[in-house]
């Protein structure tokens, strides 16, 4: 059964920067695509990030790119987000996924296995 932890939320201010990690576990990860989302209270989840597990190709959101770098380490298992110039409106709980889907990816609904989510807050 897969497993996704995160950690690495907290607070900061503005213009500051956090890396978020997820630990994977119990797949190979091979062909998967992981992803980064996050939710702001009173809004639906929003696609952030994703990286092809195998190729380690990324892709953005138009509200995080030039700011945000996803990368992963296969012998670690683990895939990070480093965050960059946060702004107070990158505010939101951000959760790992990961899927075997090849469509639509930047739907949560495309993932089948999800973290528990960690919280980031960013101060004016």
């Known amino acids: 059964q897969v497993q996704l932890v995160e950690s690495g939320g907290g607070l900061v201010q503005a213009g500051g920067s956090l890396r978020l990690s997820c630990a994977a576990s119990?797949?190979?990860?091979?062909?998967?695509?992981m992803g980064w989302f996050r939710q702001a209270p009173g809004k639906e989840r929003e696609f952030a990030a994703r990286?092809?597990?195998?190729?380690?190709?990324?892709y953005y959101a138009d509200s995080v790119k030039g700011r945000f770098t996803i990368s992963r380490d296969k012998a670690k298992n683990t895939m990070y987000l480093q965050m960059n110039s946060l702004r107070p409106e990158d505010t939101a709980v951000y959760y790992c996924?990961?899927?075997?889907?090849?469509?639509?990816?930047?739907?949560?609904?495309?993932?089948?296995?999800w973290g528990q989510g960690t919280q980031v807050t960013v101060s004016s």
């Open positions: 996924a990961a899927t075997s889907r090849l469509f639509s990816l930047w739907i949560p609904g495309q993932y089948d296995y």
């Open positions: 119990g797949s190979t990860f091979s062909g998967y695509t």
């Open positions: 990286i092809n597990w195998s190729s380690g190709s990324p």
